[in-house]
């Protein structure tokens, strides 16, 4: 018997990754009815390090035949998968239930139920680029695990904060974040790319609200701090702020927004002296500007691939 590896096949590749997706499938069914997601994100690790095993093993020259060709075939799979994959949540987290953390399977943290059955559309997550952005943009606010930054990362960002501040302070990041992702879907596609994007967040929220009637709560939060921050951002390019003349980033002007418009956080009674607390929030805004920049770039690229 040859004790070399059997050779990779597409084929068998792709067997798996069926088998993996339906396991996925399976965790997501169970989320969407029972709220119940740990399930859904161990599974998505699980395919995620498969497609980086197979693409180390091409990398090696594990696969006989057109190498390059191959790759790049795997790579497309994996991103019309995650794809897929973030669309699916989006749409099942508008209808899961909030979980009772009292409950057994919460304090266990096990899955109340692993053993439904699901069928996986075959047809592309996505039909378009705005339809991508605007399934993107809303994911940001439904899952920990946004596509921009995740809720780990916000807690990392928002450190410096008291925790009484903390919260708000995540909030406004993540509404940040999603801005971003607009804001520079509009500079690179045009406005009308733009509007066609935030028609399909709203949509989305819209068409489930009978069964998440927070949904539109969460599109009148968008609607209303996206207007304000276009308001900020030109304010901002028109009138610099400037300290011991040095000009403040941008991310100062968003900062004295959220911390003036925002009457719910514990400071808001300081109007419009905040004692520093601007320049802190200013810090975390950056922060996040820093790191959602280059996925917003990914984002768009896979964007500019789909009809518009």
Known sequence: MSSEAEPLTMA???EQREKLMNLWDEALQTAKSTGYWDDVHACGKLIDAFHNTIARGFQDG?????TPTVMKM???????ELNYRRLAETEARLVAPQRDPSTRSMVLGVSPDAQQDSVRSQQSAFHSGPELVGSLL??????NDGPLVSSSELEQFSVPFDPAMRTCVQSWQRLFA?????LLADAKFGQEFGRRAMASTYG?????????PEGAGLAASIKYWFSEMDNASQHAAKNPARVQGETLPVSWHFAMLFLIRDTGHP???RAPNFD???LDVMEALARVQDAVKPRIDAILEDADRLPR
């Open 267 to 269: 400071y808001s009674q």
């Open 12 to 14: 068998r590749l792709v």
């Open 178 to 182: 999603a801005w971003l992702l607009k």
């Open 276 to 278: 520093g607390l601007d």
């Open 204 to 212: 989305r929220l819209a068409s489930n609200e009978d069964r998440a």
């Open 138 to 143: 809303l994911f940001q606010f439904l899952s």
């Open 74 to 80: 795997w790579d497309d799979i994996h991103q019309s």
């Open 62 to 66: 594990k696969f006989l035949g057109d």
